[in-house]
């Protein structure tokens, strides 16, 4: 620690710390433009400048200079207003002053500026630049006249995003911003540098001219896309959600979000909502009244009694999960469960067989401080984009040794020094027990308090590293090298993403991902951890709710089959659209035919909805008050931001009306009343629902407590075709919802099929070709992209899209072998 | 005593002479007001537009809250008031919206006759303020 004088101040201070730094926590404020908390310190705008006492005789930049004992620090001063206000005129020699058209006008660093420092006249002349706006991309709108040359998109895109669209170019006073070959912007469209911009140079496009940043009032939220559960700060304008306000002070993302976050929040708004409920009159669903549409369900409901199947998509808050387990028990049934079914399922049985637990062991923010990180199954950052870029600083600032277990290449693999060890479709669980093999033989292995060694090395006889790079494709080096990396890091993280498009062989990677935790030390250990993440914003509130098929109960996959079958007479299905997102079209189409009564609860007339006897419009997030729990286990505050469009209810009124008519009488007072009547029996029982503050409550703590029971598992089964398709998420969409908001559809709005550059050279295909995928007894017509993710014969279509109807070909298998035709 | 009545009185008889009276035969006879009067509000125009930015200055300094606008986008790609709406039951013509405009687009006008029949009427839209 060190101590310094501030203004006549004693602070103590980490001697990492910065004069800025020192100061802040002072409560002093030093003004800033090229400055932010989460980028390294760069000193490019000189307005920060102080005086130091040892440093007399020039003004000192405390953004950048650290803290010595001793030091004494003047942070305002007759000298020191005059050279600040000298920089800002030489920066407003280049500005162009179009306060009242700029959308940043209100909250923009410089005007703030100008405004404290009345800077009212220019002592320079200068010429104003007139530069073309970049305006190529639907996303991100770049204004370079306005440009202060702070440089924070190109470090927040470097550092943080590690995506490195932009760079300085020309020299002198032509120095611009500029991407390659100043082409314009055409990136992953996280919108970063729009979050970070202090001027109003990168700006985001939905938000244009919409409003003024004083009139938004500010919701804090959780994003209601994937299971990382970053905080979003909604800004609204009467009634409506106009955009995403830049928030690093709430939640575990330090402000950072993805395109789904950042413009995806669009299907808010969206003119197809569901504004009333609709009930089937002679084969057509017709408007009707809530009154009508739940005498309906509940009589539906009460004469399927136990032989009525409850589906929930996992974006319900955990109040709605409890109360939905209401309704099931209310009406007799065990038939529930909750979205991906049997794939979700598999994975946390995988990890209570071995470690004891089903959620991730350990929190965010140590992933940061890893040594080593082991990342299963599809690139990471496709499903869970913000965690990838906690990955992209470990890796970039601490230097951590980065693995990639995965069928194709993907951003991760592009970071520093990161090993891809690509494998054939389906075999990664044998990759997986190739490094089991490695860190047993080579004696790397923990082995104090293992039980099931001998068992493990059995059935790791036929993996030897030579063995499964035969047969995968990944060399030996690959494989010994990362399980020596992982075994020599102090702290480490394993990360295994799950999801609908990810539910093959999902048991056993679980299994396999905690065999190599157990062996190379990483489960139980302070620093390390396995992180489960799931595909949806609470994903992991199902599971601990154990929103699962009670006594004699059947899981989803079952419950569709009985459905066919008739045995199940009624299907309740919320929140999710399986016609598109379930593996199998054909058995879910069976269901719905099957099934004599089908209710649907959803936001829009998904594809589901329109097989349905009954529909009921719910809310978003964005309309809903409650908790989600994260893939970390952190339980988060959702806040209502508008309300819902015509008479749509939230999920939470629905079941409780729904429960009312069913005939219980138990009513909730609120949102905390039902909380606090579901916290009996799960591990939220120590947590108080006003405890959930700002960063919200992590249950078990940091770390959860583990047990180590390595199982055998096998390898997995590849297929032998020329070409084979895999599928999975895309990064600018997450699940079907976020194909009705308009941001991630102005990207990708339409269903493809990637091929990787030999084989598109092979079959003469380029960007935009449309082709016929013909498997599994199917034929679809989809266009062809052409990238460098992926190895020979492998092809990769994401399943977000109803139009697609990819999951006719798709049945849950690893891959599908598939014939290509022009 | 009587002198001093008289006094003050030819002052009175002297007013009410013909030419003596401050009284304007409204509507047969119209003052002109001051230059700086603040009657109605009006929009500039401009070549093919009207000057304003829709910058929200006007509404958020208006202490009456009767100013509207809705900004957008024009094929130009410059944003301008889709709506631009004042209340005139509500507005009490402080100047402050004239004041705050940054591009000079709002003035006042010397208009006083806003007497009108239905409330509908009070509401002042762009093609009015316009005129």
Same mark, same amino acid.
């Given at each position: 620690m060190v101590t310094l004088t501030i203004d006549g101040k004693q602070v103590t201070v980490a001697r990492t710390a910065t004069i800025y730094d020192a100061a802040k926590e002072a409560g002093i404020n030093i003004p800033v433009l090229c400055y932010a908390k989460k980028l390294l310190p760069y000193g490019a705008c000189r307005v920060c400048l102080v005086e130091v006492e040892q440093m007399k005789g020039r003004l000192i930049p405390s953004c950048t200079t650290p803290v010595t004992d001793g030091m004494v620090v003047t942070t305002d001063s007759e000298e020191i207003r005059k050279v600040r206000k000298t920089v800002l005129e030489f920066l407003l020699v280049n500005h162009v002053v179009e306060c009242p058209v700029c959308d940043k006008g209100g909250e923009c660093d410089l005007q703030d500026l100008t405004y404290e420092y009345e800077v009212v006249a220019n002592r320079f002349q200068g010429e104003k630049f007139d530069l073309p706006t970049d305006e190529v991309n639907p996303l991100i709108e770049r204004n370079m006249n306005r440009c202060v040359l702070c440089g924070k998109c190109v470090r927040v895109c470097d550092e943080?995003?590690?995506?490195?669209?932009?760079?300085?170019?020309?020299?002198?006073?032509?120095?611009?911003?500029?991407?390659?070959f100043d082409r314009g912007l055409d990136c992953e469209f996280c919108g970063q540098c729009v979050s970070m911009c202090p001027v109003g140079a990168i700006l985001p496009r939905p938000f244009k001219f919409k409003a003024r940043p004083w009139q938004l009032k500010e919701v804090d939220t959780v994003c209601g896309y994937c299971g990382n559960g970053c905080t979003v700060t909604l800004g609204v304008k009467a009634n409506k959600v106009e955009t995403i306000r830049f928030n690093d002070k709430t939640g575990v993302n330090d402000g950072n979000l993805c395109i789904r976050g950042r413009f995806g929040y669009s299907y808010v708004n969206s003119t197809e909502r569901l504004t009333t409920p609709l009930i089937r009159k002679d084969g057509q669903l017709v408007k009707a009244g809530w009154d009508e549409a739940l005498a309906a369900v509940s009589k539906g409901f009460k004469?399927?009694?136990?032989?009525?199947?409850?589906?929930?998509?996992?974006?319900?808050?955990?109040?709605?999960?409890?109360?939905?387990k209401k309704v099931a028990a209310t009406v007799g049934t065990t038939n529930l469960d909750h979205s991906g079914g049997e794939c979700y399922k598999g994975v946390t049985e995988g990890l209570k067989q071995t470690l004891g637990v089903t959620a991730s062991t350990a929190t965010f923010p140590q992933v940061e401080k890893a040594d080593a990180i082991l990342a299963i199954r599809s690139d990471f950052y496709e499903t869970h984009p913000v965690f990838g870029m906690v990955v992209n600083q470990a890796v970039k600032r601490n230097h951590a040794k980065l693995s990639i277990v995965a069928d194709k290449r993907g951003k991760f693999g592009k970071l520093p020094d990161a090993r891809s060890l690509v494998t054939k479709p389906g075999l990664e669980l044998n990759v997986l027990n190739g490094i089991a093999r490695v860190l047993l033989d080579?004696?790397?292995?923990?082995?104090?308090?293992?039980?099931?060694?001998?068992?493990?090395?059995?059935?790791?006889?036929?993996?030897?590293?030579?063995?499964?790079?035969?047969?995968?494709? &990944?060399?030996?080096?690959?494989?010994?090298?990362?399980?020596?990396?992982?075994?020599?890091?102090?702290?480490?993280?394993?990360?295994?993403?799950?999801?609908?498009?990810?539910?093959?062989?999902?048991?056993?990677?679980?299994?396999?991902?905690?065999?190599?935790?157990?062996?190379?030390?990483?489960?139980? #250990?302070?620093?390390?951890?396995?992180?489960?993440?799931?595909?949806?914003a609470n994903s992991q509130g199902a599971i601990d709710l154990a929103v699962l098929p009670g006594n004699q109960g059947l899981g989803a996959q079952a419950m569709l089959a009985a459905a066919a079958a008739g045995q199940v007479r009624? *299907?309740?299905?919320?929140?999710?659209?399986?016609?598109?997102?379930?593996?199998?079209?054909?058995?879910?189409?069976?269901?719905?035919?099957?099934?004599?009564?089908?209710? =649907?609860?959803?936001?829009?007339?998904?594809?589901?909805?329109?097989?349905? +006897? =009954?529909?009921?419009?719910?809310?978003?997030?964005?309309?809903?008050?409650?908790?989600?729990?994260?893939?970390? #286990?952190?339980?988060?505050? *959702?806040?209502?931001?508008?309300?819902?469009?015509?008479?749509?209810?939230?999920?939470?009124?629905?079941?409780?009306?729904?429960? =009312?008519?069913?005939?219980?009488?138990?009513?909730?007072?609120?949102?905390?009343?039902?909380?606090?009547?579901?916290?009996?029996?799960?591990?939220?029982?120590?947590?108080?629902?006003?405890?959930?503050?700002?960063?919200?409550?992590?249950?078990?703590?940091?770390?959860?407590?583990?047990?180590?029971?390595?199982?055998?598992?096998?390898?997995?089964?590849?297929?032998?075709?020329?070409?084979?398709?895999?599928?999975?998420?895309?990064?600018?969409?997450?699940?079907?919802?976020?194909?009705?908001?308009?941001?991630?559809?102005?990207?990708?709005?339409?269903?493809?099929?990637?091929?990787?550059?030999?084989?598109?050279?092979?079959?003469?295909? =380029? +960007?935009?070709?449309? &082709?016929?995928?013909?498997?599994?007894?199917?034929?679809?017509?989809?266009?062809?992209?052409?990238?460098?993710?992926?190895?020979?014969? &492998?092809?990769?279509?994401?399943y977000h899209f109803a139009s697609a109807g990819l999951n006719r070909l798709y049945k849950g298998e690893a891959s599908v072998a598939v014939e290509i035709s022009k | 005593m009587f002198k001093e009545f008289i006094q003050g009185l030819s002052i009175t008889f002297k007013h009410l002479l013909p030419g003596h009276s401050t009284t304007v035969q409204y509507p047969d006879e119209r003052l002109t007001p001051s230059p700086r009067f603040r009657g109605l509000h009006r929009l500039v125009p401009t070549q093919d537009r009207e000057k304003c930015v829709a910058c929200y200055l006007c509404p958020t300094v208006c202490p009456a809250k009767c100013i509207t606008v809705e900004s957008a986008e024009n094929e130009k790609g410059e944003k301008y008031p889709q709506v631009y709406e004042i209340d005139l039951l509500r507005c009490i013509f402080c100047g402050y919206c004239v004041e705050a405009c940054p591009v000079e687009a709002l003035e006042m006008t010397a208009e006083y006759e806003l007497a009108n029949f239905h409330r509908e009427d009070f509401k002042f839209n762009k093609k009015r303020l316009l005129k």
């Open positions: 943080i995003v590690g995506y490195g669209s932009y760079s300085f170019i020309n020299r002198g006073f032509e120095t611009k911003i500029a991407t390659a004469a399927a009694g136990k032989n009525l199947g409850i589906i929930t998509g996992a974006r319900l808050t955990n109040e709605e999960f409890y109360l939905l080579e004696g790397l292995a923990v082995t104090d308090g293992v039980a099931g060694l001998d068992e493990l090395k059995k059935a790791l006889a036929g993996f030897a590293p030579e063995q499964v790079a035969a047969a995968t494709g &990944v060399t030996v080096d690959a494989l010994q090298q990362t399980a020596r990396e992982l075994a020599a890091a102090k702290n480490s993280a394993i990360l295994l993403a799950y999801g609908l498009p990810y539910t093959a062989y999902s048991k056993e990677l679980a299994t396999a991902a905690a065999n190599i935790a157990i062996l190379t030390g990483n489960a139980g #250990r302070e620093g390390s951890g396995l992180y489960l993440c799931g595909e949806k009624s *299907l309740y299905i919320v929140n999710e659209d399986p016609l598109v997102s379930y593996p199998d079209q054909g058995k879910v189409e069976a269901a719905l035919a099957g099934a004599e009564f089908v209710v =649907v609860q959803d936001l829009f007339l998904t594809e589901t909805a329109k097989q349905a +006897d =009954v529909v009921l419009p719910a809310a978003s997030f964005a309309e809903k008050d409650g908790t989600f729990t994260n893939a970390e #286990r952190r339980l988060q505050r *959702l806040h209502p931001g508008i309300t819902s469009p015509g008479s749509a209810k939230t999920d939470q009124a629905i079941f409780q009306a729904l429960l =009312v008519s069913l005939g219980d009488k138990v009513v909730y007072t609120g949102t905390e009343a039902i909380f606090d009547a579901l916290k009996a029996g799960t591990p939220y029982a120590g947590i108080g629902y006003a405890d959930i503050g700002l960063q919200g409550a992590v249950w078990g703590g940091d770390h959860l407590t583990v047990s180590k029971q390595l199982v055998p598992v096998g390898g997995g089964a590849t297929v032998d075709a020329p070409f084979q398709l895999v599928t999975g998420s895309a990064l600018y969409h997450s699940g079907t919802m976020s194909t009705h908001a308009s941001g991630p559809n102005a990207v990708i709005s339409a269903p493809y099929v990637e091929f990787g550059r030999e084989d598109a050279a092979a079959l003469q295909l =380029v +960007d935009g070709d449309m &082709v016929q995928v013909k498997g599994s007894g199917c034929e679809l017509q989809l266009q062809a992209r052409v990238d460098n993710r992926l190895p020979q014969g &492998v092809l990769f279509a994401p | -």
